[in-house]
């Protein structure tokens, strides 16, 4: 009921986990489906090595979406945009599917 505890090392005090970090909830480490929303076009060079996203070119921006693999992927992708010169309008991350079981 209580949750799981880690032990602060530095304090010797037990804390509460998150509810991301808590068995069955999401974490950092997990793959989501995004959107992000950028101003006027990308460039090609833009989803190298993001081949899981697409991107669709809308009246007044692009809208890049799909499922990246964890938060680190999501950083990489908003850096090389930055690095690229694009404007980052919005970042929407979509609920995610429940998963179907059988019981």
Known sequence: MGGSRR??????RQQ???????AGGPTLTSPHHYEIRVAGTLPPEALLDF???NASVE???TMVHGVLPDQAAL???LTRLEA???QVL???????KEPSGDG
């Open 7 to 12: 032990t602060d090392a530095r304090h010797g």
């Open 16 to 22: 509460k986990e998150p509810p991301s970090e808590q």
């Open 51 to 53: 081949e899981q996203l």
């Open 59 to 61: 009246p007044v921006g």
């Open 75 to 77: 950083y990489g992708l």
């Open 84 to 86: 690229l010169g694009a």
């Open 90 to 96: 919005e970042v929407r991350r979509l609920h995610d």
